[in-house]
């Protein structure tokens, strides 16, 4: 008896999986798949606050604190916005 030729199904099996792995990732990386969406919006409202922006941030050195103790600090100090920063109770923020 001659065994068949052909593809096995342990092939065939692992291709329809390749497959659909890269139709998955096609679709997320064309924004049609809303997956990972929300993530970076989630992210963003964290340090915006209650709609005010906020001095201290994760991976930059600001610090709250007012002009002349952030020049005495050596820093560049900016002013508070308009309606003020959510975490900084008083002045401004200073960038070290």
């Known amino acids: 008896m001659k065994k068949a030729q052909g593809m096995s199904l342990n092939v065939i099996i692992v291709a329809v999986l390749v497959l659909i792995i890269l139709v998955v990732l096609v679709l997320i990386f064309a924004g049609k798949l809303k997956l990972f969406g929300s993530g970076a919006s989630d992210q963003q409202a964290q340090f915006t606050g209650a709609g ?39 002045g401004g923020c200073c960038s070290l």
């Not at 001095?55 to 002009?67: L, S």
């Open 52 to 90: 005010k922006p906020k001095c201290v941030v994760p991976g930059t050195n600001n610090q709250c604190m007012d002009q002349s103790q952030c020049k005495s600090a050596g820093g560049a100090w900016s002013a508070p916005p308009a309606n003020g920063y959510d975490d900084c109770s008083f």
